[in-house]
């Protein structure tokens, strides 16, 4: 059985978070598409994977850890993509996600297309 993109996104976020929480920037910079955009505020705007994984790998290497999400809604966009917002914290800041746009890809995984939030403390 094949899984609605709501369930895809929900695994594939989960898996992003599991990523993160085991110190591992590569496996974060994996779940984006390649030519992915990622917009954190206040930080500055990442294009690509490459710059994307050396935002995380700085972040981490910073001592942030524990992400976890607080009222993750998914919006089903079409039969191929979703939105997440949410409300995150970790260990060192806490913030707001914007906008999260999952993409389901040929293989039948998804990753992020493009990936807005905020760190607010």
């Given at each position: ?23 591992d920037?590569g496996?974060?910079?994996?779940c984006y ?10 930080f500055g ?7 994307i994984?050396?935002?995380?790998t ?64």
């Amino acid at each position: 059985m094949t899984t609605t993109v709501k369930e895809a996104t929900a695994a594939a976020s989960a898996k992003w978070q599991a990523f993160f929480n085991a110190g591992d920037p590569g496996g974060c910079a994996s779940c984006y598409e390649a030519d992915a955009t990622m917009v954190a505020t206040p930080f500055g705007t990442y294009r690509g994977r490459g710059e994307i994984e050396a935002f995380w790998t700085k972040l981490i290497e910073d001592g942030f850890s524990e992400v976890e999400y607080l009222d993750a809604k998914i919006e089903v966009v079409d039969d191929r993509s979703a939105v997440l917002t949410s409300k995150w914290r970790m260990n060192k800041a806490e913030g707001v996600i914007t906008r999260e746009l999952w993409v389901r890809q040929p293989d039948g995984s998804m990753r992020l297309r493009e990936d807005h939030f905020e760190a607010l403390g």
